[in-house]
């Protein structure tokens, strides 16, 4: 009984598998930062979209953080938001952030049984996340300049659809206003 207690105990203070660099389910290791409440850790994080979760290492303490605490993470110059849908936390990648954020995240299903996937689009507002139905909607985050971001992406053959090409589009924006 006592050796069933301490492998149970030893196995609960293990790294868990999703970040195991053999199985492919997670980033490699990166120098950035994690912001949690009211606090904020550095160190190589290791992002994993899969599990929606979060760990950092530094000075061999491994710190594993699911996105229900997450507020920020900064890696490489990539952003991401933890943030709740139904009764779920997600992590996302924030594509552009202005007064509200555009952020993506694909294969959230509101139901285990759900066929259907929501997103990948999504709007973070106030701590608040709202999907963004059609395509169309997505320019609206440029706010007052949708409509020149709009022309401009037809002129330039952007599809607010795609990510990269959202990506593209607000480098073009940012390099563009003040």
Known sequence: MKLFTLLLLFNSFQITPEFD???????????GYVIIE???????????LKHDRVMVSKDNINKIITARYLKRVVVDGQNYVGGRIGENY?????????SSSLIY????KLHALDQQ??????????????TIEKSNKLLEVFEADAKWMKQHMKFTDLDPTKKEDMIKAFEYYQSTTF
């Open 38 to 48: 009211n606090d904020s850790l550095t160190g190589q994080i290791k992002i994993n």
């Open 90 to 98: 997600y992590l996302f990648e924030e594509i552009i952030k202005l």
């Open 117 to 130: 996937s929501i997103g990948p689009w999504f709007v973070l507002e106030k701590g608040e996340i709202r």
């Open 105 to 108: 995240r694909e294969g959230i």
């Open 21 to 31: 660099l053999k199985s492919g389910n997670d980033s490699s290791s990166k120098t």
